[in-house]
């Protein structure tokens, strides 16, 4: 089946899985995952699971990305943080959706793949750093202090407190909290100035990496 093809079939099971929100449903249309995933697995880009990249990362499941973005309630006006760049893909995801998006990753190797593949695909409404996300946007450019949504794409073993301090009122932010191995997916809202902590469905990221911890 050509790539085409799969990517309306992935939808229709995104679809069945609940997920709803139309701007979530179109992104996954339009970004071709294909063009994120290592050569070598690139016939496997449309099955509904993660994949392998370098350096012992992996590329999403897109149920759990679409899961995520629908939590986040996008809008187009959205300033969007995410942690954990990897292949770049989600990152197109969100960067079709909203304003403006800021990517931290950690590992110089992907984040300089994935600024070629967005590059590529003609994005002009994406900021990247390299480093370590658990601080935030921090010193880096545009200098946002404040994140109308924030997206973590790695387990963290607490909810990161700095990243809650970068959410906007009014904000969301979703965050893979827990042990090594299995995760829970927290949503934390900001409302007059509180945090909202809800605990939701359970999932499996790679370790939020903390240098020097
Ligand atoms: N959404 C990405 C997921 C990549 S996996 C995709 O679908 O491709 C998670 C990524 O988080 C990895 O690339 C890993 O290097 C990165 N990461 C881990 N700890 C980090 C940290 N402290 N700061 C920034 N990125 C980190």
Redesign the pocket.
């Known amino acids: 089946m050509r790539f085409e093809d799969q990517r309306k079939k992935l939808v229709q099971t995104l679809k069945m899985r609940d997920i709803h929100d139309e701007s979530v449903l179109m992104a996954f249309a339009e970004i071709p995952r294909e063009d994120?995933v290592p050569a070598e697995y690139q016939e496997y880009s449309y099955l509904n699971q993660p994949l392998p990249?370098s350096?012992n990362?992996?590329?999403?499941q897109p149920g759990m990305?679409a899961l995520m973005m629908q939590e986040l309630s996008l809008s187009s006006e959205d300033k969007v943080l995410?942690?954990?760049?990897?292949?770049?893909?989600?990152?197109a995801l969100l960067a079709h959706i909203a304003k403006e998006v800021c990517t931290?990753?950690?590992?110089e190797k992907?984040s300089l793949k994935?600024q070629k593949t967005l590059h590529s695909a003609g994005f002009k409404n994406i900021y990247y750093r390299i480093?370590?996300?658990?601080q935030g946007w921090e010193k880096a450019y545009p200098p946002h202090k404040e994140f109308d949504k924030i997206i973590v794409?790695?387990a963290a073993d607490e909810i990161p407190q700095r990243l809650t301090e970068q959410l906007a009122e009014g904000g969301i932010m979703v965050v893979p909290v827990g042990g090594r191995l299995m995760q829970y997916l927290y949503k934390i809202t900001r409302k007059d100035g509180e945090l909202i902590v809800n605990r939701g469905t359970p999932c499996t990221?790679?370790?939020?990496?903390?240098?020097g911890k």
């Open positions: 994120y990249l350096d990362q992996t590329i999403s990305i995410e942690i954990g760049t990897g292949s770049g893909y989600q990152t931290i990753e950690l590992l992907l994935a480093g370590d996300g658990w794409s790695a990221f790679v370790p939020f990496v903390r240098p």
